[in-house]
């Protein structure tokens, strides 16, 4: 394998960062959870951490037993978002020595989120009837001295007129409460301790907190919009894993959930972990589905069958979707290596001891799946045959991205390109832009080259980047820079090319189809071929 040229006469370094590497193996996971933010993604490193934030297992929710078989399964680096169906937060009533008392409801909805509240005049004129302080803490149980996040507001008031320090204003931007109807006429009474007859008591929540009904696959899908269900994402930064559990231990996801899911990846630049239905019981079971099941995608991969796993709510091994435990060993294997290199022989995920395949898989049976792009879950490696690469569940048409490491390896080259040239956004179209974005990204690529990422390719055959006022017309108002980037496909000589066009917020790349292509100096018939692309794309 030749090695990577070095920059080309009069081609300088990037004045600007270099394109660093992202991490991957960060999995998101969207489900029902019994506390914890709702439609706000956040991100845990451990089960321990999900149990203080989300509530650990809840036997009506797969979500928390998924976690915990991630990151026993090696995962490290999660993020989690809490879907709720109609759940409602509990209340506190604070009364005003007379008349209406002031209520508030908890933001975040769940019959385990546990609030108390203080109410103190210090420091207030002694003349003004109508202000009063605040304090509210979220307690880790009912009558717990464990306290895990605090607000205090002072000088609150219970007159509109005083503006922004009106209680219903006010704590419209709180995370922790919101005012329920009008405020009272009258001030909350102070809180005094039972026991001293002090000014230092708590008035805890009332035991009114709903978990909800159960998910839908609408809720699970969200809007768009309003960034809720699996929406909520957008705001989420890079991940390059999702997952969605179960609606509940004996309701699959339905087919229109993954199908959104997909588009979503899709743009996001991500892989669907998708769950075989809870229906296919045996090996059999799941080659007769299959044919009938109608869901294919090149972004997303399929591990049979389900999981056995000990429940420790029940006390026994049950049955689990493999989709948490297939995620754990995905970003396991992403610590070793990065998504291109598949030279050690461990490439086949395996699970960890204590997980179990629910069923036996025979070899004719292993095969069969493997034409449809079912990977299988061992738990110990075959001795008697090589590990095998795990696929995607792409169409027979899409050959180059078959299998997972190929899907990921563009999917990383992507997101890193697209992260690293977010300057181009704002950058004015001129030779001197042109070149800078072709050093950086061609110094990416590079070093990206010289570590394997394109095997079996001279540095000419590997990649390519092209920017320069065809793609980028002079004095075009509104528009950042915009460049061409192809990788190699498995055919020689071709290549699968993205226009892209970076962005603050993350950008867009965009396939194009280009015949055979060479990064090297333009021929007359390659700056032909940038024409006729360049007017395409203008139209």
Request: net charge neutral.
């Amino acid at each position: 394998m030749s090695s990577d040229p070095s920059p080309r006469l009069g081609e300088e370094r990037s004045p600007q960062p270099s394109i660093t590497r992202l991490p991957t193996g960060r999995v998101a996971f969207v489900g029902r959870s019994l506390r914890g933010p709702v439609d706000q993604p956040t991100r845990v490193s451990s089960f321990a951490q999900f149990q203080s934030v989300f509530g650990g297992l809840w036997q009506p929710s797969p979500l928390g037993y998924c976690v915990e078989q991630f990151f026993d399964n090696g995962g490290r680096d999660a993020i989690v978002v809490r879907i709720a169906n109609g759940a409602r937060g509990a209340t506190v009533t604070l009364p005003t020595g007379g008349g209406r008392p002031l209520e508030l409801r908890a933001v975040r909805p769940g019959s385990r989120e546990f609030l108390r509240v203080c109410i103190d005049y210090d420091n207030l004129a002694a003349g003004d009837a109508g202000s009063f302080n605040l304090t509210i803490q979220r307690v880790r149980a009912r009558g717990s001295l464990h306290v895990e996040d605090q607000e205090s507001h002072r000088r609150l008031s219970i007159r509109e007129s005083d503006g922004p320090r009106f209680v219903t204003a006010a704590l419209a931007h709180s995370a922790l409460v919101r005012v329920v109807g009008a405020p009272p006429d009258a001030r909350p009474a102070r809180t005094v301790d039972a026991d001293s007859g002090l000014a230092t008591g708590w008035i805890g929540s009332n035991a009114d907190g709903d978990d909800g009904a159960p998910l839908t696959d609408y809720d699970l899908i969200g809007s768009e919009t309003e960034r809720t269900g699996m929406f909520a994402l957008e705001d989420a930064g890079p991940f390059d894993l999702l997952y969605v559990p179960p609606l509940a231990r004996e309701r699959d996801v339905g087919l229109a959930t993954w199908l959104v899911a997909e588009r979503f990846c899709r743009r996001r630049r991500a892989l669907l972990i998708v769950d075989p239905p809870q229906a296919w019981q045996t090996a059999d079971d799941a080659i007769e589905g299959f044919e009938t099941w109608g869901f294919q995608s090149e972004n997303a991969t399929m591990f049979f069958p389900r999981v056995l796993a000990y429940d420790k709510l029940r006390g026994r091994f049950e049955t689990f979707a493999p989709g948490g435990a297939v995620a754990g060993m995905l970003a396991r294997r992403d610590a070793r290596m990065p998504p291109w290199d598949e030279s050690d022989e461990s490439v086949e995920p395996v699970l960890r001891s204590g997980y179990k395949p629910a069923c036996q898989v025979t070899e004719a049976q292993r095969v069969r799946l493997r034409t449809f792009g079912v990977n299988t879950l061992p738990s110990l490696r075959p001795a008697s045959r090589r590990a095998e690469r795990p696929r995607t569940l792409a169409a027979a048409s899409a050959a180059d991205f078959r299998y997972l490491a190929s899907r990921r390896t563009h999917s990383y080259l992507l997101s890193c390109i697209l992260h690293g040239t977010r300057w181009a956004a704002t950058a004015a179209p001129g030779p001197d832009a042109f070149a800078t974005i072709e050093a950086q990204v061609r110094e990416f690529l590079g070093d990206l080259y010289r570590s394997g990422a394109f095997p079996g390719r001279g540095p000419d055959d590997a990649y390519f980047v092209v920017c320069d006022e065809r793609l980028n017309p002079l004095g075009a108002p509104g528009r950042g820079l915009q460049f061409l980037v192809g990788f190699a496909a498995a055919r020689a000589g071709e290549f699968h090319a993205y226009r892209v066009v970076p962005a603050t917020d993350g950008g867009d790349a965009q396939p194009v189809t280009v015949n055979r292509w060479r990064d090297a100096r333009l021929s007359p018939e390659q700056i032909e071929w940038i024409d006729r692309l360049a007017n395409r794309l203008e139209a």
